[in-house]
């Protein structure tokens, strides 16, 4: 599966787009749409800036590796939204196949899925009330098909 053009658009929302580096709550470095060294490529750090065009292509860049990484890890059968919310969860945490996400889907607990994804509220050992925001929206997202 692909984001849907909405899931883009949700997922585009909670990152914002920043044209300069900066340190997100856990303190690392992040440009764009929450690009960050781990997705490959331009290594974000003090100093660096790109444009918007630079920006969006990297997004566009990054979100494929985190869709296949969904695609990877969800072996059961997904409705957009569902799928949508999954990729904006992955690419903010890095988590779909290293945590129980995916394994609570495959076994057809969705419930269980969602209450564990709703754990993903912490950065550098703190919860961080953006994250916990995020976590409900995603959630909604998955259980309702609501994307704003």
Same mark, same amino acid.
């Given at each position: 599966m692909k984001?849907?053009?909405?899931?883009?658009?949700?997922i585009?929302?909670?990152?914002?787009i920043?044209?300069?580096?900066?340190r997100?709550?856990?303190?690392v470095?992040?440009?764009?749409a929450g690009h960050?060294?781990n997705?490959g490529g331009l290594?974000?750090?003090p100093?660096?800036t790109?444009?918007?065009?630079? /920006?969006? *292509? =990297?997004f566009?860049?990054?979100i494929a590796k985190?869709?296949? $990484?969904?695609?990877r @890890?969800v072996t &059961?059968?997904?409705?957009q939204h569902?799928?949508?919310?999954?990729?904006?969860f992955h690419?903010?945490?890095g988590?779909i196949?290293t945590g129980?996400?995916?394994?609570?889907?495959?076994?057809g607990?969705? /419930?269980? *899925? =969602?209450a564990t994804l709703?754990q993903y509220?912490?950065?550098? $050992?703190k919860?961080i @009330?953006g994250? &916990?925001?995020?976590?409900?929206?995603?959630k909604q997202?998955?259980e309702t098909?609501?994307?704003?």
């Open positions: 984001t849907s053009q909405a899931g883009l658009a949700f585009l929302a909670e990152e914002a920043v044209l300069s580096s900066y997100d709550a856990r303190g470095w992040t440009i764009g960050t060294e997705a290594e974000p750090g100093g660096v790109v444009t918007l065009a630079e /920006a969006l *292509a =990297m566009e860049t990054d985190f869709e296949a $990484g969904v695609n @890890a &059961v059968p997904l409705q569902e799928f949508d919310a999954l990729v904006s690419y903010n945490t988590a196949s129980t996400v995916d394994d609570k889907l495959n076994r607990d969705r /419930a269980a *899925a =969602m709703n509220i912490k950065g550098g $050992g919860t @009330a994250l &916990v925001a995020r976590r409900a929206r995603e997202l998955f098909g609501a994307y704003f």
